[in-house]
């Protein structure tokens, strides 16, 4: 904003070391902060009004006080949690821990119709796979 360049001029002028710059992480990624002295001199500025680098600071300033505010909160959630939230918390896990039970209850009566099943057609298989006795045979 203070050079009137793109912002993608200014990266190509950090990585080719132009530009002094110190890069900081934030969630989002990194931001690059740049040196002011430096991109004046880089870039050549010569009217650069006081007013401008003031404006340019100011907006930094809220933006890095929106970003703390935003944080507090999180903070404070965890923190601290009310009794409400407790309730919540139990009530929901003894749903699941009931859920839990009906389906492991549906899982062992499956498995159990399953052998069930496996059983009756293992004697299915043996039955046909037994030797067949002649018509004529049956003294035997």
């Known amino acids: 904003m203070l050079s009137n360049k793109s912002v993608q001029t200014i990266r190509r002028a ?9 890069k900081s992480k934030t969630p989002q990624g990194y931001n690059y902060m740049v040196d002011r002295q430096s991109l004046i001199s880089t870039f050549e500025l010569k009217n650069v009004d006081e007013a401008k680098i003031k ?12 970003a ?7 903070k404070l959630a965890r923190q601290f949690l009310t009794h409400e939230d407790l309730g919540i918390f139990q009530e929901t896990m ?5 859920q839990h039970e009906k389906d ?12 069930d099943r496996m ?7 043996k039955m ?5 006795k ?4 049956f003294w035997r």
């Open 94 to 98: 003894r749903k699941l821990i009931d």
């Open 68 to 74: 703390e505010l935003s944080k507090t909160p999180r």
């Open 55 to 66: 404006q340019v600071q100011n907006e930094t300033k809220e933006e890095e006080q929106k």
């Open 14 to 22: 950090i990585k080719g070391k132009k530009i002094k710059a110190r």
């Open 134 to 137: 002649k018509w004529f045979a």
């Open 128 to 132: 046909l796979e037994a030797p067949k």
């Open 104 to 115: 492991k209850e549906n899982l062992f009566r499956l498995v159990k119709s399953f052998q």
């Open 119 to 125: 059983v009756v057609l293992e004697n299915q298989v």
